[in-house]
């Protein structure tokens, strides 16, 4: 009887700790596993966009909502980069526990000061975003502020569990704080050089190590590479020595290709998200590729 009663207890306390598990919806990749370093074995994470997927476009699935409808966190940027896909699924999940202002939405933007700021936004412009470059999540700095944001929300909505949220912070911090003086070194021999990037998903990235990533294949943001901004672009490159062009997974690398070989450049494939580039399934992983495969293109 005794037994049997233990064996009916377990049960139960697994049952209850399997149900207990914080359910959390990440827009994008990064928030993602940014809530699974904190959250670990307590909580269930669902990344919407894929990481090879273009942020601005992401192809919103009947799931989506579901999942969002079921979910206690959102996670999402809070800076206009999902404004064409995420309204929508939010409308139709009516979910009070993820409205803005509550524990359980988190917006990865809050507190950070964006960079690129228009002074008007136009549809003459491309595709530029009123509250500025929503891609910050790349500098690890930011990245840190945004996994605290991500704790506290955690810890309000799982007191029991706070302290394990907020050790699981502590140790990501200190992991960034660590690395930050390697990535540091490893590019400093570069500061001030200019890179060529397919779109402007790099100021933050640019702004921490020392870099100018500041001419694009793209006229405009989201505007396709025409041959005669093409000629422009091969020409600042020689003009200004540069020996990379970034491009991300879902950009067409011929274009980046042919440009690379006018211009003696290197094309070094990059993604903002973890899963997006091979070897690259957590944050810090993620910067370490980038780090040396921008690295090894300046040398």
């Not at 049997?4 to 827009?27: D, R």
């Not at 530029?128 to 991500?150: C, M, R, S, W, Y």
């Not at 041959?227 to 600042?236: D, F, G, T, Y």
Request: one cysteine or more.
């Amino acid at each position: 009887m005794k037994k049997t009663l233990l064996i009916l207890f377990a049960i139960l306390t697994c049952a209850f700790s399997a149900h207990g598990k914080l359910n959390v919806v990440a827009t994008l990749p990064d928030f993602g596993s940014l809530a699974r370093e904190i959250g670990g074995d307590k909580v269930n994470v669902t990344v919407l966009a894929k990481p090879t997927e273009d942020p601005h476009f992401v192809d919103a699935r009947p799931s989506f909502v579901v999942s969002m409808r079921n979910a206690d966190v959102l996670i999402d940027g809070g800076a206009e980069l999902e404004i064409g896909w995420l309204p929508p699924l939010l409308q139709n999940a009516r979910n009070p526990k993820i409205e803005v202002g509550k524990p359980g939405r988190v917006q990865a933007s809050q507190g950070i000061r964006l960079m690129n700021v228009p002074a008007n936004v136009t549809r003459a412009a491309g595709d530029v975003h009123a509250l500025g470059n929503p891609h910050f999540t790349i500098d690890p700095i930011i990245a840190k502020a945004i996994a605290q944001h991500i704790a506290q929300s955690f810890s309000a909505l799982d007191p029991p569990n706070a302290g394990f949220y907020e050790a699981n912070y502590k140790k990501f911090e200190a992991t960034i704080n660590g690395k930050l003086q390697e990535w540091g070194a490893a590019l400093s021999p570069f500061h001030g050089q200019h890179v060529a990037g397919y779109h402007d998903s790099w100021p933050y990235f640019a702004h921490r190590f020392g870099l100018d990533i500041d001419l694009f294949l793209e006229p405009k943001p989201g505007i396709p590479p025409s041959p005669s901004h093409l000629a422009e672009v091969i020409a600042q490159m020689k003009a200004q020595h540069i020996k990379a062009i970034i491009v991300e997974p879902f950009h067409d690398r011929r274009i980046a290709e042919k440009v690379a070989s006018a211009t003696g450049a290197k094309v070094v494939d990059f993604s903002q998200f973890p899963g997006g580039l091979p070897g690259t399934d957590s944050y810090v992983k993620l910067i370490d590729t980038l780090v040396s495969r921008l690295a090894a293109a300046l040398k």
